[in-house]
């Protein structure tokens, strides 16, 4: 199943550039790139699920190659979940499944001790980018890889790579990254609620949700502060506990980019989910 067109979705601070796969007259499929990725990080995984599907894979706000947020507009959870709402109207979309990736698949942050530090060092910090107004720098292809990789442990060359074709522009003097420099951080991207509000949320949820959770995925890669596998355990605890049979865990051997390096770990069990068991489309 090879990509059928690129899409560029009108939005009010400018664009939200997509990818698509399949008939857009299949059961649509919206896919949701982790934070600092971008469409890109599909291309590997889609080809290998159910054709019967409409795959639309999107670069959120200030990413791949959407548009980036006005000057002073925040980058909150609260905006992205906008955009998935704004896309599926600008498609006229009424029902359609989600296949996200990390930040891509988050419903709801946990309560942390430190989240007025988190959102204190986020305002400074957009603040710093809008009064440095720095123009991107731009470096040759070989030392923008190399520093991707560098900060990016789990993704191999080639899908580093992959990545780097829609996030960067080719000057004359290098390539720069596309992003927005203002969501570098991520307390900047992630809304945090408490525990009870988040099973309040999901009591209300009459999706059915699979979450796939690599061996070696996100806590093996994250780095200072991260070290807490507890909040993640919690999530999972609470979906099982309230969706009960609409809700599956599954964890396979592999690190955070699992979808991209190895997707044939993961293609089969997407696609079971996706129809269903039963040829129907499931909502995710």
């Known amino acids: 199943m090879g990509l059928i067109s690129k899409l560029k979705l009108a939005v009010p601070w400018g664009h939200i550039a997509a990818r698509a796969w399949g008939s857009h007259q299949a059961a649509p499929v919206l896919c949701l790139h982790g934070w600092l990725d971008n469409a890109n990080s599909f291309d590997r995984l889609i080809p290998l699920l159910p054709k019967d599907f409409y795959y639309v894979a999107m670069d959120f706000g200030g990413h791949g190659l959407s548009s980036h947020y006005s000057p002073g507009f925040p980058y909150y959870h609260q905006n992205f979940v906008s955009e998935v709402r704004r896309v599926a109207a600008a498609l006229k979309w ?62 191999g060359e080639a899908c580093g790579k992959h990545l780097l074709q829609r996030g960067t522009t080719q000057g004359a003097t290098g390539v720069w990254l596309n992003r927005d420099q203002r969501i570098t951080w991520p307390e900047h991207c992630f809304d945090f609620v408490s525990r009870e509000l988040f099973v309040h949320y999901i009591k209300n949820l ?14 093996a890669l994250r780095r200072e502060n991260d070290g807490n596998r507890e909040p993640m355990m919690f999530v999972s605890s609470s979906l099982k506990s309230v969706l009960k049979e609409r809700f599956q865990y599954v964890e396979v051997p592999g690190n955070h980019y699992i979808h991209m390096n190895q997707p044939q770990q993961v293609a089969g069990i997407i696609s079971s989910f996706l129809q269903n068991k039963e040829g129907t489309p499931a909502p995710l």
């Open 94 to 155: 009424n029902r359609f499944s989600i296949l996200g990736h990390s930040f891509g698949g988050t419903v709801g942050g946990m309560e942390v001790d430190n989240l007025l530090t988190c959102k204190r060092r986020a305002i400074e910090h957009v603040l710093q980018v809008e009064a440095s107004r720095k123009p991107a720098q731009a470096v040759s292809p070989e030392e923008m890889l190399q520093g991707f990789l560098k900060n990016n442990s789990h993704v």
């Open 206 to 219: 009459q999706a059915h949700v699979l979450l796939i959770k690599a061996t070696e995925g996100y806590y």
